[in-house]
């Protein structure tokens, strides 16, 4: 499949880009160690809820893999650990309206949390589970044990019709499955598919040649993270780049490649020695300017996309303007590294937070607990990421 690539907005000069923003709150730092509490707390994505009344009262969820969804306040204290139960793996997490709906990706299933309209004052209350019994699997024709399941997750709202979807994408697949939200007599809420769409393995390049992004046998190059902007998603190729893709009344529409990594179109093979992909010729220079794969974790606000580029520990922000920027260490807080997933809101939160948040998941905490991978989360002023 030929896919033509397009410049999503113009650089922004070096001299006008603001200086690197700094947290200025971050929560614990969780230990992926079977002996911690929560066990295997590997921190992977955020979202933030905001209170409609009483914006202190937002809260940030977090996936804890195995750990479970934690509850955070705004000055990202832990308010709340929902366990992932047994078998369960929690990926991605998105809001939309008053649910928190989680991607598990050790049972291939669509988890649904009803959130408290107390917010943050409901402390460990704060969200309850309200999946629907006997939740179907969201990609059925996949074995649940080799873990081509559930993995990235948006939820969003239509804008013309209020239908609250949900888009999940398929580890080691290039699947993405829109689902719709469905409300059940007993008050537990379940899903109904509505579309799927597969993305490329293989790319036709200028001058004819074919490449596809190297990946360990036997998998495909997957997709992660990922947006509702309106009636768009967007989503993160991790090896290949970012797709656009518009909603239609029968589903998803033309995919559109709008940003490319760096190593799109470079030679690699598989070196089963090293277990990893190894340079395998001369790059082509077809590659994007912004983006070091993997591609990772999306957010929008006003009309401008955020994009982690993980490969590199940098931030894209595609606006009217593209740039790009590090979250550094400030006062009493750690810089981000290998980021995952992160989530914005422009509503305005009090004092800490007066012009909106950002919320980036953080993949490399230090001091690290020894040998033990640590993580977190980060929270950021919007107004130091997107100045006013």
């Not at 580890?171 to 109904?192: F, K, M, Q």
Request: include cysteine; charge should be negative; proline fraction near 8%.
């Amino acid at each position: 499949m030929a896919v033509a690539a397009v410049s999503l907005l113009s650089a922004v000069p070096a001299s006008a880009a603001p200086r690197d923003p700094s947290p200025v709150a971050q929560t614990q730092a969780f230990v992926d160690d079977p002996s911690a509490s929560p066990a295997n707390a590997d921190a992977d994505d955020p979202a933030i809820w905001v209170h409609p009344h009483d914006p202190s009262r937002s809260v940030v969820l977090g996936t804890l893999k195995e750990g479970g969804l934690a509850a955070f306040d705004l000055d990202a204290r832990t308010l709340q650990l929902v366990p992932a139960g047994p078998g369960g793996r929690f990926n991605n997490v998105d809001v939309v309206g008053d649910l928190a709906v989680v991607s598990d990706r050790g049972r291939d299933l669509v988890r649904v949390y009803r959130i408290d309209p107390r917010g943050a004052a409901a402390g460990a209350g704060l969200l309850r589970d309200v999946t629907e019994p006997n939740a179907p699997r969201v990609f059925p024709q996949s074995a649940v044990d080799e873990q081509r399941t559930a993995y990235g997750l948006a939820a969003g709202r239509d804008p013309r019709t209020g239908v609250r979807w949900v888009a999940v994408t398929q580890r080691h697949e290039t699947r993405v499955s829109l689902l719709r939200l469905a409300d059940r007599p007993d008050g537990t809420v379940g899903t109904a598919p509505v579309a799927t769409v597969d993305l490329p393995s293989s790319f036709r390049l200028p001058g004819g040649a074919t490449w596809s992004p190297c990946e360990e046998p036997g998998e495909g190059p997957q997709l992660e993270g990922s947006v509702f902007d309106g009636r768009v998603l967007y989503t993160a190729q991790e090896d290949v780049g970012i797709w656009r893709i518009p909603l239609t009344s029968g589903g998803f529409g033309r995919p559109e490649l709008v940003d490319r990594v760096r190593s799109y179109g470079v030679p690699q093979r598989w070196d089963a020695e090293q277990e990893e992909c190894v340079p395998d010729g001369a790059g082509p220079g077809f590659g994007g300017r912004w983006l070091e794969a993997d591609a990772e974790g999306l957010a929008v606000a006003d009309g401008t996309l955020f994009a982690s580029s993980q490969g590199d520990s940098r931030f894209v922000v595609y606006g009217h303007r593209t740039r790009d920027l590090r979250i550094v260490a400030g006062r009493g807080t750690d810089s981000v590294e290998h980021s995952d997933g992160s989530a914005i809101t422009t509503a305005s939160l009090g004092r800490r937070f007066p012009h909106g948040l950002l919320v980036v998941h953080d993949g490399e905490r230090r001091p690290a607990a020894g040998d033990l991978p640590t993580t977190g989360f980060a929270f950021v002023r919007l107004e130091d990421v997107l100045p006013r």
